[in-house]
């Protein structure tokens, strides 16, 4: 006889189970399916991200340039007040030496007196203070404990000073460190995205560096331009000597240079000393706004953060160091948001 026995059923759990995994399976089938490939950066938006990370290195070079330039100023400072100090203790210790030796010549004699004590004892002042007392000192020797006195003075002011001279310097250390930090690692994420590139697009790139370098190592063309002042114009012909010179943040000469770098150096020689970075630079002289009035030799700041600067050339050109890749060289004064000029 046949067997009528019914089939077993699938438990209801089961095909719950498998019923939701075959829904994620379609729903991540279908996610795959319209979701788009990641797309490698193109060149031009490579260049894009790399000129801004050159931009932003700047903006911290100049700031690196100011804590240095802080830093260099403080250290002559000090090293001034450490010479004052050893030399005032110097004098200390020879009117102490001349006040004891008029003791020693007393106390062989069996009759030094209190006045002379009380040059050889540690607080004058309060000795001084005592108006009972003055009045057994002679005049010189009034006038010799007033020199101890203010000498004593003097050394502490400048031992103070010095002392917080030094907090200020050790705090400046640290600043320049960090920016020195926030630059190269806007340098290496830079380098991180030219390297991402393929050996064409990355050619490509570096031969329109070289045009741009090339085209402007051939004189401006400064017929019509109105000439600067004699030390502006010798300034922008020093600059003129170091075309084709390489952009190094921090550098101030005589073989590369920062953007800074190069306007301070240029004008150190024509004889005339400006502050190290360009938002000092920008403060230094008389600012001309308009662009029609300005002079061949004349700072010209850009962005709003005035963290770029250049000599105006003549015929809507500058002169300037652009940026780390580059060279000192001519470019369009519309390449780059002018501010305003600087007239020194």
Known sequence: MASHRRPKQTSRARVTV???????????????????????????????????????????TEKYNGAKEKQEKLQKEISTIQDNVARGQEELNELRDSIGMAAAAQYRTGSIDSSLQLFLSSDPDDYLDKASTADQLSAQQVEALKKIQEKQRELAQERSEASGKLTDLASTRTELGKKKKEVQAKLAEAQKLLNSLTAAEKAELAAADARASRSSTTRVDLSGAT?????????????????????????????????SGLTSWAYAQAGVGIPRTSQAQANAGTRIYSQSDLQVGDLVIFYGDLHHVGFYAGNGQVLHAPRTGTVVRYESINNMPFQFGVRI
Do not use: H, W
């Open 227 to 259: 000439a600067g002042s004699s030390r502006a114009m010798a300034a922008f012909q020093a600059a003129q000597s170091k075309i084709g010179s390489p952009y190094v943040y921090g550098a101030t000469g005589p073989s590369s240079f920062d953007c």
């Open 18 to 60: 498998l019923t939701t995994a075959a829904a994620a399976a379609v729903v991540l089938s279908s996610q795959a399916a319209n979701a788009a490939p990641s797309e490698k950066p193109s060149k031009d938006e490579v260049k894009t991200k790399v000129d801004k990370l050159y931009e932003e290195a700047e903006q911290a």
